[in-house]
């Protein structure tokens, strides 16, 4: 037989065909293991398959109306600013550990406490409303106090409301925003109370010195560009706890004190005005009176403006008349009439009315005693 040239020497040879060896049968058992292994392979991959299905619908999420959503795909943002920003709805991020969603409650109050100024208290003190005994001294290891401007101590402590406003900021910049915003609130408290005295945080100016602190803190907070708006800041300060006796004797004085300022105030407005009402009645009386008066001479000077060309005309007759007219004035009511006609010899003469008592009334005599 002729080598084909085309096969190649390293080639091996065609085997020659043969007699086909027969397979052998399994046995019953080995056949049935064949089967269940078969089986528990169809299962393993629906069960597989089952799990696939469930580890990728466990990426859908829905992000609520008062928050925003921020996906993280190995710990990076998925998007740049606003856009890594997501928006109330569902959506769909790979189940962890490859993607990460951080929600941020943008619409929420957050609030944090700072009780750096704050005496130490134990939980079961504050849950029951009681305060630790007053002490000589301070432990500055647990005890927190402020220093005021006049350098005295008290202890207060804050609680700050604010809202986030900048979700990228507050997750991304810092490490945990809301230890640095505590941070500020106590930095503000320490700082704005250096700026006060004593008695202007307890007692004058409480309202000035909580909304120093809240200006302060939300100087510190943009300044360092948290992300967050400060909505209010409550405040609770106190004298320690040793002078507490003090400060309330204290305090119940200037409350006196005001209250007798006050009643002193009241007292002067009270007379002021009724002062001034009856210095205003008294003006009106006398201006009423002065155009009355006014009025009246007008009248009697018009009156003896219209006599004049009567009396210039005839002195003698003007002057009887008037006297006759006075007199008929005068004695229209007169019961009885005496005329007193002048003396020959020019004398004046005298009337002598003579006005006898009321006759004496006897007195009514006592009846004779048996």
């Keep these: 037989m002729t080598p084909d040239?085309?096969?190649s020497l390293h080639d091996p040879a065609p085997e020659a065909?043969?007699?086909?060896?027969?397979?052998?049968?399994?046995?019953?058992?080995s056949q049935a293991l064949a089967?269940?292994?078969?089986?528990?392979?169809?299962i393993v991959k629906i069960v597989m398959v089952v799990l696939l299905v469930v580890f990728l619908g466990s990426g859908f999420f829905t992000v609520g109306p008062q928050e925003r959503a921020l996906v993280l795909r190995f710990g990076k943002p998925v998007g740049q600013g606003e856009k890594a920003l997501l928006g109330p709805g569902p959506h769909f991020a790979f189940p962890y550990p490859i993607d990460e969603v951080v929600r941020v409650p943008i619409a929420e109050i957050q609030t944090v406490k700072s009780t750096a100024g704050w005496f130490f208290i134990t939980p079961e003190q504050e849950l029951a409303g009681t305060e630790p005994p007053p002490v000589s001294s301070l432990n500055p290891t647990v005890d927190g106090y402020l220093i005021t401007a006049d350098q005295n101590i008290l202890h207060s402590r804050a609680t700050l409301f604010y809202r986030i406003d900048d979700p990228v900021a507050f997750v991304f910049r810092f490490t945990t925003a809301?230890?640095?915003v505590q941070a500020a609130l106590d930095d503000a408290l320490v700082d704005t109370a250096g700026r006060f005295a004593v008695d202007a945080i307890l007692v004058s100016e409480v309202a000035a010195f909580k909304d120093a602190v809240r200006r302060r803190v939300a100087e510190l907070l943009a300044r360092r560009g948290v992300g967050v708006t400060v909505e209010q800041v409550e405040l609770d300060s106190r004298p320690p706890l040793s002078l507490k006796a003090d400060f309330a004797r204290v305090t119940d004085a200037v409350q006196q004190r005001d209250k007798l300022i006050n009643e002193a105030r009241n007292y002067e407005n009270q007379t002021l005005s009724r002062a001034e009402a009856d210095a205003a009645s008294a003006v009106n009386r006398a201006?009423?009176?002065r155009q009355r008066l006014v009025e009246s001479i007008r009248a009697e000077a018009d009156r003896f403006e219209e006599l004049l060309p009567r009396y210039r005309s005839n002195p003698d007759l003007f002057v009887q008349l008037q006297l006759a007219e006075a007199l008929s004035r005068s004695m229209s009511r007169v019961q009885d009439t005496i005329y007193l006609q002048d003396r020959l010899d020019g004398q004046s003469r005298e009337m002598r009315l003579l006005l006898n008592r009321l006759p004496a009334r006897p007195k009514p005599?006592?009846?004779?005693?048996?």
């Design 365 to 370: 005599q006592a009846p004779a005693t048996p």
């Design 17 to 29: 065909p043969g007699p086909r060896v027969p397979e052998t049968p399994l046995d019953p058992g």
């Design 35 to 42: 089967d269940a292994l078969r089986s528990s392979f169809f």
């Design 5 to 7: 040239p085309s096969q």
């Design 178 to 180: 809301s230890n640095l």
């Design 287 to 289: 201006e009423s009176e």
